[in-house]
Nanobody, 114 residues
Framework: VQLVQSGGGLVQAGGSLRLSCIASGSRFSISVMGWYRQAPGNQRELVARITSGGSTNYADSVKGRFTISRDNAKNTVYLQMNSLKPEDTAVYYC?????????WGQGTQVTVSS
């Protein structure tokens, strides 16, 4: 079982990016999926999370700008990031949590220039 992330890159402030995370294995639909980020010198922090039933929660810093979604048919979770700010610059990681097991994606860099 592994998570493969795509998306990310360099964007100007105010721009948008979409991150994707594809999970292998058969338990995606019952998994809680999350996006985390870690900026240099900072701890990894939760950005957004979506349950198997589709309930979502977001960090206060991204509410109204970021949207997490999932497509169980494609075993994929997305993070749509709009109105990006320089302080959103970080390495973003997806996380799959199922039956007490956590699996992390490889991470992808998001850089927002001012």
């Amino acid at each position: 079982v592994q998570l493969v992330q795509s998306g990310g890159g360099l964007v100007q402030a105010g721009g948008s990016l979409r991150l994707s995370c594809i999970a292998s294995g058969s338990r995606f639909s019952i998994s809680v999926m999350g996006w985390y980020r870690q900026a240099p010198g900072n701890q990894r922090e939760l950005v957004a999370r979506i349950t198997s039933g589709g309930s979502t929660n977001y960090a206060d810093s991204v509410k109204g700008r970021f949207t997490i979604s999932r497509d169980n048919a494609k075993n994929t979770v997305y993070l749509q990031m709009n109105s990006l700010k320089p302080e959103d610059t970080a390495v973003y990681y997806c996380l799959q949590s199922v039956v007490g097991t956590d699996l992390w994606g490889q991470g992808t860099q998001v850089t927002v220039s001012s």
